[in-house]
C-alpha cells in the first residue's frame, strides 16, 4: 500500500508540475507577444508624431531648439486658407487647434519628464497624463483654458516647460513640452490673457513674483540643477534690492481682463 500511495503521489506532483510548466510558458508567450505588439504601437505613434511634427515644422519654421518664428501664426493661417482654396480673411485668428493636436501627439509620444532619482514614478506619470489630457481637451475645446490656469489645472505644464527649457535641453521632452507650452500660450494671448512664468536662472523682483525656499521637488538634490543655479548665483554677485535669482516656477501668474496673480518662484537659500 505505501509503494502505491508513493506511486500516486509521484505521478500526481508529474501531472502539477507540467501543468505549471505549461502556464508558465504560455504566460511568457503571451507577455513576449503583448510587448512586441507594444513596441510596434510605439512605434507607429513615434512615426506618426514625427510626421505631423514636421509638418507643422515645415508650416510654422518651428526649430528643434523649440524656438517659433515671430510669424508662425500667419504661416498657419496661410496653410489653411490655401487648403481650402480660401484666402484668409484680414485679422482671423491664427488655427492654434492644429498646434494643439500636434503637441498632444507630441506629449503622448514620450516618457514621462523625471528630473531626479527620488521623483515618485507613478506621481510624475499622473501629472504627465493630466497634462497629454489637458492639451487634447484644449484642442478639441472642451476645456475653458482660462479657468484651467485659474484653478492651476496648467501648473504642471508650464513649470515642466520652464524646467526642461532651462536644465534640460538637451531633452527629447523639451521639444514636447516647448510646442505645448507655446500652443497654450499663443491660446491665452489670443484671450487677451498674458501667462507670466519665469524662466529659471533669470532674475525676478519681489514686486513680480511671490518667492519661496521651500523646494517641496528637492531639486537641490538633482546635480544638473544644483551646479546651474550656483553658477548663475556667481555671476548675479550685486543683486538689487528685492530682487532674486529663479532656481525654478513652482506656479505660473497671469494678467488679464479678470484680474492678476503672481507667480510664485523657488530661490537659493542656505539648504543649498
Not at 36 to 58: D, M, V, W
Not at 79 to 99: Q, T, Y
Request: aromatic fraction near 8%; charged fraction near 25%; proline fraction near 6%.
Amino acid at each position: 500500500m505505501a509503494v502505491i500511495g508513493i506511486e500516486f503521489t509521484s505521478a500526481f506532483a508529474q501531472i502539477i508540475f507540467l501543468v505549471l510548466l505549461a502556464a508558465i510558458a504560455g504566460t511568457a508567450f503571451w507577455l513576449i507577444r503583448r510587448l512586441r505588439q507594444t513596441e510596434a504601437q510605439l512605434a507607429s505613434i513615434r512615426r506618426e508624431n514625427g510626421k505631423l511634427r514636421n509638418e507643422i515644422a515645415n508650416i510654422t519654421g518651428w526649430t528643434a531648439n523649440g524656438r517659433l518664428p515671430e510669424d508662425w501664426q500667419e504661416r498657419l493661417r496661410n496653410e489653411k486658407a490655401v487648403a481650402g482654396n480660401v484666402p484668409p480673411p484680414a485679422g482671423a485668428e491664427a488655427p492654434g487647434e492644429l498646434v494643439l493636436m500636434a503637441a498632444h501627439h507630441a506629449l503622448a509620444s514620450i516618457e514621462p519628464p523625471h528630473f531626479a532619482s527620488s521623483d515618485s514614478a507613478e506621481e510624475v506619470s499622473r501629472a504627465h497624463k493630466r497634462n497629454v489630457e489637458l492639451i487634447k481637451g484644449l484642442a478639441a475645446e472642451r476645456i475653458d483654458p482660462v479657468p484651467a490656469l485659474a484653478n492651476g489645472d496648467m501648473d504642471k505644464l508650464l513649470c515642466f516647460w520652464r524646467r526642461l527649457e532651462a536644465y534640460f535641453p538637451d531633452r527629447a521632452e523639451t521639444d514636447a513640452y516647448g510646442l505645448a507650452a507655446y500652443a497654450v500660450l499663443d491660446l491665452f494671448k489670443r484671450r487677451q490673457v498674458q501667462v507670466i512664468a519665469p524662466r529659471p536662472l533669470s532674475v525676478e523682483s519681489v514686486k513680480n513674483c511671490v518667492f519661496t525656499t521651500e523646494d517641496s521637488e528637492k531639486l537641490r538634490d538633482i546635480s544638473r540643477i544644483r551646479t546651474a543655479a550656483f553658477a548663475a548665483s556667481s555671476r548675479f554677485a550685486n543683486p538689487k534690492g528685492g530682487e532674486e535669482l529663479v532656481i525654478d516656477c513652482e506656479r505660473p501668474g497671469w494678467n488679464g481682463p479678470n484680474g492678476r496673480k503672481s507667480p510664485r518662484i523657488l530661490i537659493l537659500d542656505r539648504s543649498w
